[in-house]
Nanobody
Framework: EVQLVQSGGGLVQAGGSLRLSCKAYGFTFDDYVIGWFRQAPGREREGVACITTNDDITYADSAKGRFTISSHNAKMTVYLEMNSLKPEDTAIYYC??????????????????WGQGTQVTVSS
């Protein structure tokens, strides 16, 4: 079974930066997709960014130009570098895996393994 362990996050002032990490264990296919999602209080979960094993990447409009997703395949780790953070980026961030997936999609239904979540708080 795929397991995802997240690290990073925390409290930062507006305009600051944070990096989230997601280490994966137990993939059963050579291909997979790792995505980052977030959920703010009272709001629906939304996709932020995702990356495939072929390095195809998709960003949500809210992330373009500010967030960068990358992967270190040997370490089985995916990173989300977040710059120019805004108070509206405050949310719990989750990484998720589509084991066997090849499409860089932010449709949550494609992902069947989820990390534990990490809080990101951006103060104004």
């Amino acid at each position: 079974e795929v397991q995802l362990v997240q690290s990073g996050g925390g409290l930062v002032q507006a305009g600051g930066s944070l990096r989230l990490s997601c280490k994966a264990y137990g993939f059963t296919f050579d291909d997979y997709v790792i995505g980052w999602f977030r959920q703010a209080p009272g709001r629906e979960r939304e996709g932020v960014a995702c990356i495939t094993t072929n390095d195809d990447i998709t960003y949500a409009d809210s992330a373009k130009g500010r967030f960068t997703i990358s992967s270190h395949n040997a370490k089985m780790t995916v990173y989300l570098e977040m710059n120019s953070l805004k108070p509206e980026d405050t949310a719990i961030y989750y990484c998720a895996a589509d084991n066997g997936g090849v499409v860089a999609s932010l449709d949550a239904w494609r992902y069947n393994n989820w990390g534990q979540g990490t809080q990101v708080t951006v103060s104004s």
